[in-house]
């Protein structure tokens, strides 16, 4: 029997951000419940939510419609996490009580329907902003998690969303248009030089982007959902 059956592709919903009525969030619980019966499974590519810290005892509040679906989809079908620069600090909580794998490395290589993938949220994979560079060590500190596990959830989450709310006021326009000068192009034409590569799938830029790579293989980075549902099949 012929293997039909896709491989599903999300990133940069950003929930958690202010949000008309919960429509993103529909959106997203209306797309999961959606995937069709043979689908392979789903990858979530990083800042599904604006930003999240597990604790040990508490679940932060918002986003339960969206937990809950991601839940029902983990028990027919693979799901896998790769954390983004948003929600870099979920640890066990959606392996243990949603059932989702999380992909803790940058990328990640793997086969699927004969092809070699090479997957990742895409922050700091060639990256040359040195600010970017610093804050991606710095949020990755591991003494910095430890204090903020420490601290209590309402100050964490409202210091991060006033951040979050702050960098979006200074940067209206989310969307980096990805071209071959671009670091992303950098890092997948330099990968391709050492292994061999059929498809680069990315988030984190928010544009959309689909180009041959000169090493070979095509990368695509898919857009975010500021302007309804997003998604790229395999």
Request: contains cysteine.
């Amino acid at each position: 029997m012929a293997d039909t059956g896709q491989y599903y592709f999300v990133c940069d919903l950003h929930l958690g951000l202010p949000d008309k009525g919960g429509e993103k969030e529909r959106l997203f619980v209306d797309f999961l419940k959606g995937l069709p019966a043979d689908a392979k499974g789903l990858f979530l590519l990083g800042d599904i939510f604006d930003f999240w810290v597990d604790y040990k005892d508490v679940v932060p509040r918002g986003g339960v419609r969206a937990l809950a679906a991601i839940a029902e989809v983990a028990e027919r079908m693979d799901v896998w996490y790769f954390r983004g620069n948003h929600d870099w600090w979920i640890t066990d909580y959606f392996e243990q009580e949603l059932g989702v794998h999380i992909v803790r490395e940058p990328y990640r290589v793997m086969e699927l329907k004969g092809q070699q993938v090479c997957i990742g949220h895409g922050d700091t994979l060639g990256c040359r902003d040195a600010k970017s560079w610093v804050v991606f060590h710095l949020f990755r500190n591991r003494a910095l998690i430890a204090l903020l596990r420490a601290v209590h959830p309402r100050w964490v989450f409202r210091l991060a969303h006033a951040w979050s709310a702050e960098s979006k006021k200074h940067h209206p326009d989310r969307g980096i248009k990805v071209d071959r000068a671009s670091g992303i192009y950098q890092f997948a034409n330099a990968f391709g030089q050492r292994q061999h590569i059929d498809r680069y799938i990315f988030g984190h830029w928010h544009s959309p982007a689909h180009m041959e790579v000169e090493s070979g293989g095509v990368l695509d980075v898919i857009g975010d959902w500021s302007e309804g549902v997003n998604y790229l099949t395999l």
